[in-house]
């Protein structure tokens, strides 16, 4: 407690990577002051990027820093608390809009007509509704069905 961090996000890809960085659930830009919707930070191919803390504006961040619930950024900002405890970095290419033929070649895939997962037939599905108390999430699972 007290103590602050930092995240240090690695690219060990062959593209440039477009990262969403969430701590407790928190975007690092949720103290964005600069009115645009931003989302990812950019890590080029082969290089490590620290991020220092909260990013505010392009030339002011403030730190990670390790506190109690009740002086958190979830509780500052009244989010969920479900993600509390948890960083999480998720990884997808990223090229210059200009030069399409860049991008690597399976993501040309998903604007050739790839696939995706839609709406199916009607099937019977029984669903029962129940209270319960939701604990902290023990771990995440993704599937990556297309690459």
Request: glycine share 8%.
């Amino acid at each position: 407690r007290g103590e602050s961090y930092q995240v240090r996000l690695r690219n060990d890809s062959n593209f440039d990577a477009a990262v969403r960085l969430t701590l407790d659930g928190l975007s690092m830009f949720a103290f964005n002051q600069t009115g645009e919707d931003l989302k990812h930070v950019i890590v080029p191919s082969g290089k490590t990027v620290t991020i220092p803390g909260w990013f505010f504006t392009y030339q002011e961040s403030r730190e990670f820093e390790v506190t109690t619930y009740p002086e958190s950024a979830v509780a500052m900002l009244g989010a969920p608390e479900d993600e509390v405890g948890t960083i999480t970095a998720t990884f997808a290419a990223a090229w210059d809009p200009a030069d399409p033929a860049s991008a690597p070649a399976d993501e040309r895939e998903i604007t050739k007509g790839g696939l995706a997962t839609g709406v199916g037939d009607r099937v019977t599905a029984e669903y029962r509704k129940k209270n319960y108390e939701i604990g902290k999430i023990r771990s995440v699972i993704t599937v990556r069905y297309l690459r």
